[in-house]
Each structure stands twice: as C-alpha cells, then as structure tokens.
C-alpha cells in the first residue's frame, strides 16, 4: 500500500483534556505480557467434538447448506470459524499497529500523540498474542479477507489522518473489540478465550480515543466534508457485512459459495451476530455525531441495526 502521511509536531506540552490524561494512565496501568501472562502449554483441540450448542444454535446449523452432512459438520464449522474471525482479527491488528504508527505522526497535540504511542506498543502485543496462537494452535490459519483488504487499504491510503482514524478506530476496532467480548460463548478453548479479553481491554481504550480525536473535528466539518465520511462509513459497513458472508470458509468447507453465503445473509443467527457486532460501531458514529439519517438508513438497508442501537443525538450532545 501506498501511504501519504504528513508529520506534526507542537511545541505546546500544556495538558488540556483530561480525559486523554486518563486514558494515557490507563494504558500505562493495563499493561500486559504476551509472552508472560497467558498459559501458553494449553492445548487447543482442535477439531475435537464440542458441546451441542444452545437450541438456537443447533436451529441455525439445521438451516443450512451443511446440516446434510451431519453433526460432525457442524464441529467443524465452529472450529474452522473460530480459526478465521481469529486469522481475521491478525489481520486487522496489523493495520491497527501501521494506523496508530501514523496518527503519533499526524495528531495535532501532544497528548493524542502520547495516546496513539500507547496504542503502538498494545497493538504490537495483540500482532504477537494473535500470530503465536495461530503458528502454534492452529492448523492451517486464513489469509486476510478480500473485503476487510479494500477497506484497509482504502482507509490506510488516504492522505487525511481523520479518515484513518474513522476507518480504523471507529470501525474496524469498535468492531473488534465486541466480537472479542463475544469470544466467551462463540470461541471454544480457554487459551483463545484469554486473549480475547486482555484485548478486549484495550480495544475499549482505543475505540474511546477514536471518538475522543475526532468529536471536536467532526462538529466542524461543513456539509460536503461531513457527507464525504457519511460515504466512507457506508462503504465500510457494506465491505464488513460482506465479510461476515463468510466466503473463504465455504470455499474450505466445499459447500457451495452461493448457497453458503445466502445461508449467512439470512440466517437469524448470523444477522444476529452482525447486529450484536455493529452495535459498537453505531455507538461510536452515534458519539462523534455522524450517526446522521443517510448512515443510520444506509445501516438499516444493510440489516446491521438491532432494536438495541442508540437513538441518533441532536449534533452537538455527544457524551
């Protein structure tokens, strides 16, 4: 990818949002070892038997393209879907570590600056937690999703810090860190189960920062600049469902593509999830005021708006 990044510095070292002081506190207090603090000698069964599943659960797999293939189908399809939203979570992680890298260059005041700092050195511990797992845990990992590389490159490319920013820590973090605060009912090894909470942890931080860094900019954009995010978010939002079609694991599966990605588009379990994911997203939009009427119905046309999603706030009341 090719990347155009602008460096700022300020001479101005006056604290002045306290709330980006607790946060820098924060991330110093929670630090945490991937090499130390999570039990590396667990084994992973992969590909073992599991539990039979809640009976909404068991629904969704007798609704789909797999359930002809019997109960064993449905063991592997959990276990090869925890193999890639973890492949995927890398992935993201990655762009997540070149994403703060760039905004220590192009915030504007020192203490974002120092924020974005601390975020470098989490990211490059979840790059490590997350690739261990993968090289030692799991057989054969994913390759980044076609979807999830657009968005990443159209975000990680654009010359304008603030739309790195939205992309990464408003969308693709915010929709991280719920699916890692989902992992408890959804991942099926206490190993991984870990990880996705110490990351959980720090995603909240970096979700907090986004809104924090861009509230006070977005309050001040004029129509066709406002418009032109508007644009970006859809974009995004589309791109991220796409990838919760679920594609590359049919293709592993040898179920029909077609029939497999209808299955994830319909299924009351899958929109479920997406929905449940989204809700971070929305929260975010919702507190930098770009939760406008054209996103909150571009949502809704996408099917990722739950009966839960914040009512939009008149521009201006962020909390």
Same mark, same amino acid.
């Given at each position: 990818m090719t990347t155009t990044a602008h460096t700022r510095l300020s001479w101005d070292y006056t604290p002045r949002t306290?709330?980006?002081?607790?946060?820098?506190?924060?991330?110093?207090?929670?630090?945490?070892?991937?090499?130390?603090d999570l039990d590396w000698t667990q084994v992973v069964p992969f590909g073992q038997p599991l539990p039979d599943g809640t009976d909404f659960a068991r629904a969704s797999f007798e609704a789909s393209p797999m359930a002809e293939r019997g109960r064993p189908m449905w063991?592997?399809?959990?276990?090869?879907?925890?193999?890639?939203?973890?492949?995927?979570?890398?992935?993201?992680e990655q762009a997540a570590l070149a994403a703060a890298s760039r905004l220590v260059q192009e915030l504007p005041d020192v203490e974002s600056k120092l924020c974005a700092a601390s975020q470098v050195t989490d990211e490059a511990r979840h790059v490590e937690a997350f690739s261990r797992y993968l090289r030692e845990k799991i057989p054969q990992p994913y390759a980044v999703n076609e979807a999830l590389h657009a968005l990443l490159r159209d975000v990680l490319s654009d010359a304008r810090w603030d739309i790195t920013a939205l992309g990464m820590q408003i969308v693709?973090?915010?929709?991280?860190?719920?699916?890692?605060?989902?992992?408890g009912t959804?991942?099926?090894?206490?190993?991984?189960?870990?990880?996705?909470?110490?990351?959980?942890?720090?995603?909240? @931080?970096? $979700? &907090?920062f986004g809104?924090?860094?861009?509230?006070?900019?977005? =309050?001040?954009?004029?129509?066709? %600049? *406002?418009? +032109?995010?508007?644009?970006?978010v859809l974009d995004a939002a589309a791109l991220m469902r796409r990838r919760f079609l679920l594609g590359d694991l049919w293709e592993r599966l040898e179920v029909?593509?077609?029939?497999?990605?209808?299955?994830?588009?319909?299924?009351?379990?899958?929109?479920?999830?997406?929905?449940?994911?989204?809700? @971070?997203? $929305? &929260?975010?939009?919702?507190?930098?005021?770009?939760?406008?009427? =054209?996103?909150?119905?571009?949502? %809704? *046309?996408? +099917?990722?708006?739950?009966?839960?999603?914040?009512?939009?706030?008149?521009?201006?009341?962020a909390g």
């Open positions: 306290p709330q980006l002081q607790r946060l820098y506190q924060r991330a110093q207090e929670q630090q945490w070892s991937a090499a130390e063991d592997t399809f959990r276990w090869e879907l925890q193999s890639w939203l973890v492949s995927q979570f890398l992935h993201g693709v973090e915010a929709l991280a860190m719920a699916a890692f605060r989902l992992a959804t991942f099926h090894d206490p190993l991984i189960r870990r990880i996705t909470t110490l990351v959980a942890r720090d995603e909240a @931080r970096h $979700v &907090s809104v924090l860094s861009l509230r006070e900019v977005y =309050r001040q954009l004029s129509s066709a %600049e *406002r418009a +032109d995010r508007e644009e970006l029909d593509r077609t029939a497999g990605v209808q299955y994830a588009a319909t299924d009351r379990a899958m929109v479920a999830y997406r929905r449940t994911v989204f809700t @971070r997203v $929305v &929260s975010a939009l919702d507190h930098i005021d770009l939760l406008t009427g =054209r996103v909150r119905q571009g949502l %809704e *046309r996408l +099917d990722l708006l739950g009966d839960g999603s914040p009512v939009r706030r008149p521009p201006g009341r």
